[in-house]
Every structure is written in structure tokens, then in C-alpha cells.
């Protein structure tokens, strides 16, 4: 019987279904090299001994395997620094941002609440103009945020486009639930902590990945309001400012010495900036497999919206 | 402010000024958490995102920082009428516009294109695999994806060993240090930070689509191809057409993460952009006033597009984005 079927479906197999198949297999096959050719190309890189590397022919696995670049770049100072701040920007912006976000959401789901369209209005707006870079940049200067570790999360704390998302979600919770919790005497408060939140919880996963995705992945706030302030510079820009090394010496960087007199040897700015890559990214890729789901859901429900 | 509450409430007092005062008063009363959980992030919207708009007086000021704003001095349209006589603003221009209508097009193509592929692949589990390998670098910085094209790039980078191996070129190119190559390398990489990432929007199209239009194509024997054209396509094309016009609306807004960290002193003549112009008049050399008229500019000509793009949208019977 299992034959039979076997039959059949080859019966309906064309010659033409079989060339196509198999030329989409070897193009999604391609397309995954491509995709992660880079970064399986850098990982190799930042396993190889340096010197080694200057040789060139490193693809896909190191020729020297050594820790030695990852031991320089976490002895580095600077860079444990830009590691430190990244992760605390990462955890508290997101913490503030969700909770901020989530309350004003609750608050404009109310039917019964006077400023409901208006507060909405308000925030909408400003998905469709922003003050430019120069005046935002001399408001944070007047706020004196510029030189503070707050200039990374006050500015952000709510998006419109996030604050939708989560109204969109709390609307669709059953009315009944707080007419119940009301009349048992909870407060907005109480039903926001008690009720909202921990009934909100996928939607709050999904923004929550956003959010810190995007405070993980910033480096441009760094730039413009904390470049000269080292103690507060995060790891995208220190990767930053490796890159702009290696890519003014004409990209040529093999030829380039490295920084710090002892490692002059051992590392390479090419090294250095393979390994400080894969450090940069490594917390996204080991999460990102397990949470994809969330982040697709975050896609298509701003779709809908 | 005609809230169902305050009618109710109303009724109970004479239709007059006062008592809808003083109904509304007491309805702000009732609401007081609602109040609390919301005015805090009021105050925080005007200040961080309404007050900069203040800041455009800049542009038509010889904006000196250390000055108070009425000694200011005016100067009107003088530094307007600077930029569009400016042959470094010019190519500018002429770069967001092209950069722009380059990654739109590609990226739309090559976006449609991949999720019809993906959705022809038969094998569940390898179809899931593409696809989360194609998202992932969507999520990675533009920092991260610049040092990594810039490695490929490099002199001793695998696109120019795989180029000479097979005999495309003679010899070694430094592309990033050739302009002309830098509309189509932005857009390259453009493109593979985000192509599998936009496919999520045009596969929910395509998962919308009757499958019996298949089934029945197939018995009349329909092929592969015929299928895709006849019956994938048109079923994407709402969210196609939703889609370009809304993209449209953003054509000025090419980005800035990737001109500018892929930018250098060889291409800045093709990767400088509006957004780049911005950072480098304004926060490397200090002209504020000429940095915020570019930027003005560019605001109001993508409010222009965006406004255009939706009620164009809504002609069209599609819907619009607010």
C-alpha cells in the first residue's frame, strides 16, 4: 500500500517539478552560505592566530586555533567597559520602556477614560515628524542628559508604534475581567499590575525582544552624546571606532600595528576587530533561534496594524 | 472629550458652562490613576519629541549656541538658499534620491522573489531552517554587518579571491575606495541584512491564498511555473501595491547607519546622504543652522511623499496607513 502511494505521488512528480526542486534547493542552499559566510568567516578568523591570519586562506576554520585574540580583547579596559554599559543599557532600558509603555497603553484602552483620544492623537503624531537631529541634540545638551549613562533610556521610552502594539492587545482582553476586579474594589492600579500585566505577557515578550535588540544593537546615541566620555561608551562602539581605524588605513589593515605594545605581535586590528564582532553579536545569535517566533509575531502584528 | 462617562454625569447637572466644568472636574477625579499612569508620559512627548520642532528657528538664525535665543540673529532663508546652490548639497541629493529608489526597487524584488521560493520548498523542516537563517541578519547591527561586509570587501577579502579565481577581474579592487561601486555595495548589503526578514510579510500573503486554486490548477494541469504566475503573484499583489505605496512615502528616508559607517574619505562623493550631510555639517564642523535646514528639508519633503503615498492608497481602495 505504502508502495502504491509511493507510486502515485512520483505519478504526479514531473520532469519539471523535479528540476525545479532541485534548482530551489541549491539556491536556498546557496542563499544560507551567503548569508552565513561572513559571520562563519570572522568566527574563524577570531580562533586563528594572528599572525597566522596576516597569511591570509582563513575560510571557514581556523589553520592556528588560539583563544589568544578573545584573552586581548577581554583584558582590554575600554572593552569590558562597552560591555558592562551595553548590558545595563539593555536590561534597564528595556525594563522602563515595557512597564511605561504597557501602563500608558492600559490607560488609553479604557473606554471610559477622558483623554483616550487625545493621549492617542499625541503619541501617533510623532510617527510622522521628528525634531532633527541638531535640536535634539541641544535639548538633551539643556537637559544636561549629555554625559549620563539616562540619555540612552529617557529619550526612548515610549514609541508610538510599541504604545500601539500593546493597545491593540489590552483592547482585546475580555471587558469582563476588570468589571469584575473593579467591583471587587481593585483600583486602576491594581488591575494594570494584577491583571493587565500578567495577562499581557506574549505581547509583552514580543516588544520586550524588540526593544532590547535595539538598545543592544545602538551605538549612534554613543556617538553623538557620550564619545568623549569613556566611561560610558558601549561595545557597538568600540567596534565602531576599530572599524574606522582598520577601514581609514586603506584597507590595508594587515600592515597596520596594533594598539598596546606588549600584544604588538599576537593581535592584528584584523583580529581584533573579527573577534570583537562576534562578541558584539553573539548574545543576539544565541537567542535569537529559540525566540524567533516572538520576533515574527512582532512583525505581523505590526502588519495588522 | 465627549466620553460616555462625562455624558452620563453631565445629566445630573443643568446644561450650562459651569456644570460641564464642573462634571469634567469631577470625572478627571474618578480617573486619577488613569491621570497618573498617563500625564507623566504627556509631559515626556511634548518635551522630547514636540519641543525639538522648536529648534527649526535654527535654520533661519546665524544659530550661535552660547547666545539666548533673542539675540539671535535672523537671517531668513539665507542658508536654504545656500544648500541649493551648494554643489556638495546637490550630490547630496542626488545620492538620497538614488540610493534610495535603488534599495526600494531591489529590495523589493528580491523580497517577493525569495518568499515565492521559500514557499515552493517542500521539505517543512528545511523551509524552516532557510528561513531563520535569511532573518538573522536583520537582527544584527549595522555596525556588526558593516565590519563584516567590510571585511568581504577588503583587499585580501573573498569577494575579490573568488572574483580573480574566476578570472572576472585581474586585479585586486578596493570597493569601498571607488565610489561608483557604492550604490550598488549599499545596496548588496541592504539586501542581505534584510531580504529574509521581508519575506515574513508576503509569506502571510501567500499563506492566505485557497489552496483548492491550486489543487484545481493542477489537475488541469498547471504547471510549477504557471502556478506561481497564475495564481501566487496575483494573489500577493494587495500587499504588493499596500506595501510600494507605503515605501513610497519613506523614498527619502534611505537610512544612515549603513552610508555612514561604510562611508570614508574615497566615496563620500556617492555614499553621503541627506541624514550623513546632517552629522557632518552639524555635529563634526558645528554649523547648526545649515544642518537643520537640511534636515528641515528633508522632513518636509518626506511628510510631502508620505501624505501623497497614503491618500493615493486610499484612492486606490487599499486602505491607508492612519
New interface residues.
Given amino acids: 500500500m505504502i508502495l502504491a502511494k509511493k507510486r502515485k505521488k512520483n505519478l ?1 512528480r ?1 520532469k ?2 523535479v528540476l ?2 532541485t534548482f ?2 541549491t ?2 542552499i546557496l ?2 552560505i ?6 562563519l ?2 568566527i574563524a ?1 577570531s580562533l586563528n592566530a594572528a599572525t597566522d591570519s596576516v597569511k ?1 586562506g582563513i ?1 571557514l576554520w581556523p589553520r592556528e586555533f588560539t583563544w589568544r585574540n578573545y584573552e586581548y580583547v577581554f583584558s582590554q579596559a575600554s572593552i569590558m567597559q562597552g560591555i558592562f554599559v551595553s548590558v545595563a543599557r539593555t536590561v534597564i532600558g528595556t525594563l522602563i520602556s515595557i512597564l ?1 509603555t504597557a ?2 497603553a ?3 484602552a ?10 492617542t492623537i ?3 503624531m ?1 510617527m ?12 538633551m545638551r539643556d ?1 544636561q542628559l549629555i554625559g549620563t549613562f539616562w540619555v540612552y533610556i ?2 526612548g ?2 514609541s508610538a508604534f510599541n504604545l500601539i502594539i500593546m493597545r491593540s492587545f489590552i483592547e482585546g482582553i475580555p471587558k469582563s475581567i476588570f468589571e469584575q476586579a473593579r467591583i471587587d474594589g481593585a ?3 491594581r488591575v ?1 499590575f494584577q491583571i493587565v500585566l500578567p495577562l499581557s505577557l506574549p505581547v509583552l515578550a514580543t516588544v520586550s525582544l524588540f526593544v532590547a ?1 535595539g538598545q ?5 546615541d554613543v556617538f ?1 552624546y557620550n564619545s568623549s566620555n569613556e566611561s560610558l561608551t558601549t561595545l ?2 568600540e ?2 571606532k ?2 574606522q581605524n ?3 588605513s ?5 600592515s597596520a600595528q596594533a594598539s598596546g605594545e606588549h600584544a604588538a605581535n599576537t593581535v592584528t586590528p ?1 583580529s581584533i ?2 573577534t ?2 562576534i562578541v ?2 553573539l548574545p ?2 544565541c537567542i ?2 529559540f525566540l ?1 517566533k516572538y ?2 509575531k512582532g ?2 502584528l505590526g ?1 495588522v496594524k | ?1 465627549k ?4 455624558a452620563v454625569t453631565s445629566q445630573a447637572f443643568p446644561e450650562s458652562q459651569t456644570g460641564r466644568v464642573k462634571s ?1 472636574i469631577a ?2 477625579k474618578s ?1 486619577k ?6 500625564v507623566p ?2 509631559i ?13 528657528t ?1 535654520a533661519f538664525q546665524d544659530f550661535k ?1 552660547a547666545r539666548s535665543f533673542s539675540e539671535q540673529e535672523w537671517v531668513g532663508f539665507k542658508h536654504f538658499a545656500f544648500l541649493f546652490t551648494d554643489d556638495r548639497f546637490l550630490g547630496v541629493l542626488r545620492n538620497t534620491l538614488a540610493q534610495s529608489l535603488i534599495n526600494l526597487v531591489l529590495g523589493f524584488v528580491t523580497a517577493i522573489g ?1 518568499a515565492v ?2 514557499n ?3 521539505n517543512v523542516k ?1 523551509k524552516r ?2 528561513q ?6 536583520h ?6 554587518a ?7 570587501l ?3 577579502g ?1 569577494i575579490n ?1 573568488l572574483l580573480i579565481g574566476l578570472n572576472i577581474i585581474d586585479d585586486k579592487i ?1 570597493w ?2 571607488v565610489g561608483e561601486y557604492f550604490w550598488g555595495i549599499l545596496a548588496a548589503s541592504d539586501i ?1 541584512k534584510n531580504v ?2 521581508n519575506t ?2 508576503y509569506l ?1 500573503a501567500i499563506s492566505m491564498i485557497d489552496m483548492e486554486q491550486y489543487e484545481a490548477a ?1 489537475i488541469d494541469g498547471a ?3 504557471q502556478r506561481i504566475k497564475y495564481i501566487t503573484i496575483p494573489g500577493m499583489k494587495p500587499v504588493i501595491v499596500v506595501l510600494l505605496i507605503m515605501n513610497m512615502g519613506y523614498i527619502i528616508e534611505a537610512g544612515f ?1 549603513a552610508q555612514y ?1 561604510l562611508g ?2 574615497q566615496n563620500i562623493e556617492y555614499s553621503e546622504n541627506i ?1 550623513v550631510f ?2 557632518n555639517y ?2 563634526s564642523m558645528f554649523n ?1 543652522s545649515l ?2 535646514a537640511a ?2 528639508f528633508k ?1 518636509v519633503i518626506s ?1 510631502i511623499f ?1 501624505i501623497a503615498a497614503n491618500s493615493f492608497s486610499k484612492k486606490m481602495g487599499q486602505g491607508g496607513l ?1
Fill in positions: 504526479m514531473t519539471e517539478d525545479f526542486d530551489n534547493v539556491f536556498m542563499l544560507s551567503v548569508m552565513l559566510y561572513p559571520f568567516n570572522q578568523l591570509g575560510y511605561c501602563m500608558v492600559y490607560a488609553i479604557q473606554e471610559k477614560f477622558v483623554f483616550k483620544r487625545s493621549v499625541i503619541f501617533i510623532t510622522y515628524f521628528n525634531g532633527g537631529l541638531i535640536p535634539t541634540y541641544l535639548l537637559l529617557i529619550p521610552i515610549i483600583g486602576d492600579f494594570f535588540v543592544w544593537n545602538q551605538w549612534f553623538l557597538q562602539y567596534l565602531m576599530v572599524l582598520t577601514a581609514t586603506n584597507g590595508d589593515w594587515n584584523k576587530q573579527a570583537m564582532t558584539a553579536s543576539i545569535i535569537y533561534p524567533q520576533f515574527v512583525m505581523t502588519a | 472629550m466620553t460616555k462617562a462625562n469634567f470625572t478627571c480617573q490613576a488613569l491621570l497618573l499612569m498617563t508620559f504627556v515626556w512627548v511634548f518635551v522630547f519629541k514636540y519641543l525639538p520642532v522648536w529648534g527649526w535654527m549656541p525569495l521560493l521559500i515552493e520548498l517542500t528545511f531552517v532557510v531563520t537563517i535569511s532573518y538573522l541578519p537582527f544584527l547591527s549595522w555596525v556588526v558593516a565590519a563584516l561586509i567590510s571585511s568581504l577588503s583587499m585580501d573573498i579571491e578596493l569601498l575606495g542581505w529574509g526578514w515574513i510579510i502571510a493542477k504547471s510549477r511555473l547607519e559607517l570614508n574619505g541624514d546632517v552629522i552639524g555635529i547648526f544642518a537643520t534636515g528641515i522632513t511628510l508620505l492612519y
